[in-house]
Structure formats: structure tokens, C-alpha cells
């Protein structure tokens, strides 16, 4: 049997770790079909994104394990964690997932609340007397 390739993929506060091996395009998140982990159809797409980029939808079963964050940062880091396994098994999948943007992980993060402040940047409300 081929060895699975597997990959990691990060959003926000979520990580998931992904394993890809050769099946008819079953994807599982956390024991649940993804159509059900993730009720929303923009966060499916999102999850279905680099497999349809590169044509390859019905040739890879995907098992992620999904930890931390929201599911909408799940889904990112998903949609990451797929594309990053995808250039495990063929580096020919580079161009067109480069091109996507599929292989740029996504810096942007809560900033941390500051000393003084109500949040990151909101203040308490001035009161002059």
C-alpha cells in the first residue's frame, strides 16, 4: 500500500493536520463528512478548493483533525493543510496551487489587548468631569 502524505495547515488560533492517500474523494473532518463538520457552503468550498484546482477531487481520501480556533479558521486551515499535502505527492500541483494562492498561510491574527485599554485598541469612555 502507497505511504499517506500528510501536511499541516494553520489559521488564526485553528490547526489541523491533514493525510492524503489514494481513494474515490472522501474528505473527513474530525470522524465527520465535511459536508457536516462544515454546514456553511462557502467554508465546503473553501475545503474543496485545492482539490479542484488541480483536478484531482475524486482521486484522494482526506482525513484531517481539526484543533483550535473558529470553524471558519478551520476551514483556512484545511483548505492550507490540503494544498500543502497535495505538493507531497506531486510537485507538478505547484504551479496551479501557487497561482490559486493556496500556498500562502495567512498571517493575520488577533491583536493582543493592550495595558489601559477595554480591547486591543478601544479605550474606556473619556469623561473630562
Keep these: ?4 502524505k500528510n501536511a499541516v495547515g494553520r489559521r488564526k488560533e485553528a490547526v489541523t493536520r491533514v493525510f492524503l492517500s ?33 483536478e484531482a477531487s475524486d482521486k484522494f481520501n482526506v482525513v484531517v483533525n481539526a484543533t483550535g480556533g473558529g470553524v471558519k479558521g478551520q476551514a ?6 490540503i494544498a500543502r499535502a497535495l505538493l507531497e505527492v506531486s ?27 477595554k480591547k486591543a485598541r478601544k479605550s ?3 469623561s473630562k468631569r
Aim: net charge positive.
Design 1 to 4: 500500500m502507497e505511504k499517506q
Design 124 to 126: 474606556f469612555q473619556f
Design 22 to 54: 489514494k481513494g474515490e474523494g472522501a474528505i473527513t473532518v474530525n470522524g465527520k463528512d465535511y459536508k457536516v463538520y462544515f454546514p456553511l457552503v462557502y467554508l465546503q468550498n473553501q475545503v474543496e478548493a485545492p482539490l479542484k484546482t488541480v
Design 76 to 81: 483556512e486551515a484545511t483548505k492550507l493543510g
Design 91 to 117: 510537485a507538478d500541483y505547484r504551479p496551479a496551487l501557487k497561482a490559486a494562492g493556496l500556498l500562502k498561510r495567512d498571517p493575520r491574527a488577533v491583536e493582543r489587548k493592550k495595558p489601559g485599554r
